[in-house]
């Protein structure tokens, strides 16, 4: 199964042109990239802050722009954070998710928001 990777190179070529127009590149470390991609998950969630669900409706708008905005940073820089350690990110996601499939059999947990450690053993 392919997980949209035609779109994150596109993105990825985006990016890198913008920060090469910049010439950024010299700071793109992959620690100075997870650093970045933290804090812009960390502005993603300021947003949903003090909210009861952070539906649209709850949202608005306005914030709802905003959200979707720090959305792309969070993007962007996973991308070039990938791109950095030649991560094929949609091949990590086709693996993650056999993993998460064994640790989380539908059948088992459905409908349960538990940890896989906190079900009991079949």
Known sequence: MNY????????????????????W????????LSSALSVEAAELL????????GTQEELGADKLTQVRHEMADVLVYLVLLADQLD???????EEKMALNRAKYPADKVRG?????????PD
């Open 25 to 32: 590149g010299q700071f793109h470390t992959p620690k100075n």
């Open 46 to 53: 300021e947003h949903f802050q003090w909210l009861k669900t």
């Open 112 to 120: 349960d928001a538990r940890k896989y450690h906190e079900y009991p």
């Open 4 to 23: 949209g990777n035609n779109h994150l190179h596109e993105i990825r070529a985006v990016a890198r042109t913008f920060v090469a127009e910049r010439d």
């Open 87 to 93: 991560v094929d990110l949609g091949a990590a996601v």
